[in-house]
């Protein structure tokens, strides 16, 4: 049976490089995109037209995710994994506590960052239900970790971050016991869109970062347990 993948985010970006490696791999892949006039997909669709599936999809909305959901029902009886990979950033959200803050744009970021990831989970868990694997993955940050922060600003993505992971926690508390498994990653700081521009200075590419994640989700096993596990892109354990 031909393994099949829900990625969210998958634009451009890191969400792009796991469809395009799991399309190498010989998934059926169901490519969640929110920027239609971002070609990347519709090109990679013409070098796989029966396995990739373009989903229209902003994870910020109840109608949208719904929506998305019963196309991908329409087109398989189960999915393998999802991937929720999108999130957003805010050049906004870099105030320390001694200014105003923008509550606002951090309502933003918890309703797509927190609450867009549990939204998709929450309207394919039918579909991942069918399958052997009942995966999830979802891309969190160091940003998250409460243990080791060190920052004095972001309040925004880092507690929207790491309340991901303590969904992450939640869900998989349940899927554990019907068979199946949540995985969190830290994928690095990426050459990204994440701050609404291209960070060419950050170090490390979506490509190498996709493909180092995809290699740890291959060997779940090894990381199967009664927590999930939080790892970053070089198999290092991070705490939550």
């Known amino acids: 049976m031909t393994k099949t993948v829900f990625v969210t985010g998958a634009d451009r970006g890191l969400g792009f490089s796991f469809t395009k490696f799991l399309l190498e791999k010989q998934y059926k892949v169901f490519a969640g995109q929110f920027i239609e006039e971002w070609n990347f997909l519709s090109e990679l669709k013409e070098q796989y037209p029966d396995t990739l599936e373009i989903v229209p999809l902003d994870i910020g909305d109840d109608t949208s995710v719904k929506k998305a959901a019963r196309q991908i029902a329409s087109k398989t009886e189960h999915l393998d994994m999802v991937i929720n990979n999108a999130a957003i950033g805010s050049k906004d959200d870099h105030s320390n506590i001694l200014v105003d803050l923008d509550f606002d744009n951090m309502k933003n970021m918890f309703n797509v960052n927190t609450l867009g990831s549990l939204r998709v989970t929450n309207s394919v868990m039918g579909l991942l239900l069918q399958s052997q694997d009942k995966l999830v993955i979802n891309i969190s940050s160091e940003a998250g970790s409460v243990a080791r922060n060190h920052r004095i600003s972001g309040y925004g993505y880092c507690m929207s971050k790491s309340a991901l992971n303590m969904q992450s926690a939640i869900v ?44 740890l989700i291959d060997n779940r096993e090894q990381y199967r347990g009664d927590d999930p596990i939080f790892l970053d892109m070089d198999g290092q354990v991070w705490p939550w």
């Open 172 to 215: 998989h508390e349940h899927l554990k016991k019907l068979g199946g498994q949540v995985m969190v990653f830290y994928p690095g700081w990426l050459q990204t869109y994440m701050s609404g521009q291209l960070s060419t200075t950050a170090p490390t590419t979506p490509d190498e970062s996709a493909q180092k994640i995809i290699g």
